[in-house]
């Protein structure tokens, strides 16, 4: 539950800087770019430390549980 709960609170924190990155850029490309990075990095900062901290049997529920219940 450490390992799911350190990657959602990686993934927010990350949506809530990209959305200030966003508000406070007024130029172009740079508003839109820069915090679609952020996102990036975060969900990849997310699932690293979500494998660092989850045990096996975390892991292979997390598997299945998003092979069972995939978006269309």
Do not use: C, Y
């Amino acid at each position: 539950m450490k390992a799911q709960m350190a990657r959602l609170v990686i993934s927010v924190v990350s949506m809530a800087v990209a959305i200030v990155i966003f508000m406070a850029a007024s130029s172009g490309w740079v508003s839109v770019l820069v915090p679609a990075l952020v996102v990036s990095i975060g969900f990849a900062v997310g699932h690293a430390v979500f494998q660092r901290l989850a045990d096996l049997e975390t892991r292979r529920g997390d598997l299945e549980e998003r092979v069972r219940n995939q978006h269309l």
